[in-house]
């Protein structure tokens, strides 16, 4: 049975810059921001959960306009493993929109943050332990180091905010793409902005937030947007 990527040496997974690498980090990282957001609360713990979001999607959408074209191309059942970790993605999705949308008083917050917990941890296990070995088994080192720098280059200009509607697949998560990562980094800045700024500004900064988040909202609903997601993800 092929070792899981978590108990394998940099050299095995292809050496540095492999996608394999560059996976494995981004979940170690994630790993340290879920003990962290267990162990907050109130603003602290929200300013943790924007970190991990600003991680998970970014992460996500290289890994799907990326990386499972890939697996769906080289494994016989690439389709259902990778329709498997779409759905994690997509619930994780609809978990934070629904965090945001809810706020810190929201009686349903623990039982959201502990399910998004929870599934953000199968979604690892599943790619370590199953889809990445497999895909490893599949590609020479050479292959899995030009799949990396790719994969590096999507997460950096990739949304970093929840678009639940969005297609999971190409090409509608390649259409919207560019314009929700330019919404949600721009997003980003305005609200790290507003953290900073004196009270009486705040809100302003806060409107112009909100009016980002509706242009988004907009642009993920656009039928492109829904290309390619057969069946679909959204529940």
Do not use: C, K, Y
Not at 92 to 103: I, M, Q, R
Not at 161 to 188: F, I, K, Q, W, Y
Request: a negative charge; glycine letters at 8%; hydrophobic letters at 35%.
């Amino acid at each position: 049975m092929p070792r899981s990527i978590a108990d394998q040496t940099e050299d095995e997974l292809g050496g540095p810059g492999s996608v394999l690498v560059r996976q494995r980090e981004d979940h170690v990282e994630l790993d340290r921001l879920l003990h962290e957001l267990e162990g907050g609360t109130g603003r602290a713990q929200e300013e943790v959960l924007s970190r991990i979001d600003r991680l998970v999607f970014s992460h996500a959408f290289a890994e799907e306009t990326v990386l499972w074209p890939v697996v769906r191309r080289v494994l016989p059942d690439g389709d259902a493993i990778t329709r498997q970790v779409e759905i994690e993605h997509q619930e994780v999705n609809e978990l934070v929109a629904a965090l945001e949308e809810g706020g810190l008083d929201s009686p349903e917050r623990p039982a959201r943050l502990a399910r998004l917990v929870e599934v953000l941890r199968e979604d690892v296990r599943d790619e370590e332990d199953v889809m990445f070995p497999r895909l490893q088994e599949r590609l020479d080192p050479a292959e899995l180091r030009r799949l990396g720098r790719r994969w590096e280059v999507m997460r950096r200009v990739s949304p970093t905010r929840p678009h639940p509607t969005v297609s999971r697949r190409p090409p509608g998560n390649a259409l919207s793409g560019l314009p929700l990562s330019l919404l949600d980094r721009s997003r980003d800045v305005v609200d790290s902005l507003v953290r900073r700024m004196p009270a009486p500004l705040a809100p302003a900064g806060q409107v112009v937030s909100r009016g980002l988040a509706v242009v988004a909202g907009v642009v993920e609903r656009t039928p492109p947007a829904r290309r390619g997601d057969g069946p679909p993800t959204a529940r």
